[in-house]
């Protein structure tokens, strides 16, 4: 049993189960869709609180705080934090970014995976409406290419789980993947806010303001003054960075991440996940330490709270996201990842045809996807279809599992 369970959480397999559970539940009749979303949406009253600020941005604002905003915008700020200390510390002496110049090319890749699926949505839903007439409702003509934003977000938990099993925890195309992502969510929530958002305000600028104040805090008192290398004190900053997030309609799951960079830390990068880190005594490490089972429980409840769509909604939009997920965003890696790596040169140690099989591990679009889908289409059936699409793009595991095997990819634990 041991074995077993460090096995799943190695290999972050309670995701992978805890969205088969939530598609099998929504998939039993509609009595027990019923009780899935009943459960999943049940109100915590005590944030009724108008400090807790207005609809901005993403639309997650502390007011709508219930089961599914507790999973997915607080408890996965875990993950995020945990997602954001691999990258920065790939940065270090000995990591996969440390190089600026070749830093660069997984962000000017982040482009290309956010061009190539709007790309490809955008020519699919032409398709369907020249060649079908496809309309929603009493809609438009063009209103399903409103869903344009839908596959711009890759999904860090998913993509990040099926590269460490495809590459290991040493090999530089996991830190190169995790970057991307990162930079591709924070595009999709950039994206969220100017184009589905009641705009930024001057909560926007407060909350923000607070999440500078705990940096600073954070890195010149705690850090440089009292030389504190207890992780305690820098989680509690991360709780109030949190909050400001939420404050200010920035999505809250990113909360943590501000404070990562203001803790004292590791003075080389060991590789991702890496065991090797297990035991050192620096804040940062001891912190991750401390929530890594954490922090897959919590995966496995994701998994629960973002799956359960049921197959019956199957339509145009669940064709357009998947399509351009699946397609788009290896393509539009693989395209601008390889002309950058080109000119500023790939991570030392991974190749074109790395960079190809990361582009496949990448179009897994779950989390932003699935919320984007929410706000893009006001329209009920029409959101589930979207909604099945960013699903489907699991397949993205198989594509990007049986490129490796084509491609050779070496595998560094």
Known sequence: MKKLWKFLLDNSLLLVIGAVIALIWANC?????????????????????????????????????????????????????????????????????????????????????????????????????NTFGYEMGTGTPNDLMHGWAVPTATDIAFSAMIARIIFGGRHPAVP???????????????????????GFGMNTVYGLGVTVVAMLI???????????????????????????????????????????????????????????????EDALNKLQTFFYVPTEIIL???????????FTTIGFPTACVAL????????GIFTFGGISGKVLGLPEGMSYKDLLVLGSAAGIGFTVALFVAGVAFPDGETKDAAKLGALLSLCSMFVAYGLSKV??????A
Request: hydrophobic content about 50%.
């Open 29 to 129: 009749g509609e009595a027990a869709r019923e009780a899935y979303h009943h459960i999943l949406h049940a109100h915590f009253g005590f944030m009724d609180n108008p400090w807790f600020g207005s609809d901005i941005g993403d639309g997650s604002g502390l007011k709508h705080f219930d089961v599914h905003f507790f999973i997915n915008d607080f408890l996965m700020a875990f993950f995020f934090m945990a997602a954001g200390k691999e990258v920065f510390e790939a940065t270090f002496p000995g990591g996969a970014l440390h190089n600026p110049k070749q830093a660069a090319t997984p962000l000017i890749a982040t482009a290309g995976g956010v061009l190539g699926p709007i790309g490809i949505y955008l020519l699919i839903a032409f398709l369907f409406h």
């Open 176 to 198: 190169f993947l995790l970057l991307l992502a990162i930079a591709d969510d924070a595009v999709g929530l950039v994206i969220i806010a100017l184009c589905f958002g009641s």
């Open 218 to 280: 954070g890195y010149f008192l705690f850090n440089k003054k009292l030389h504190w290398n207890s992780w305690v004190p820098y989680f509690l900053l991360m709780l109030v960075t949190w909050a400001s997030f939420g404050y200010a309609g920035i999505h809250c799951s990113l909360g943590f991440i501000p404070i990562v960079v203001c803790m004292p830390h590791a003075e080389k990068d060991e590789g991702v996940h890496s065991d090797d880190e297990r035991g050192k």
């Open 300 to 310: 496995g409840l994701f998994g629960w709270a973002s799956a359960g769509v049921a």
């Open 324 to 331: 351009a997920l699946i397609i788009g965003k290896m393509i």
């Open 407 to 412: 491609c050779k990819t070496e595998r560094r």
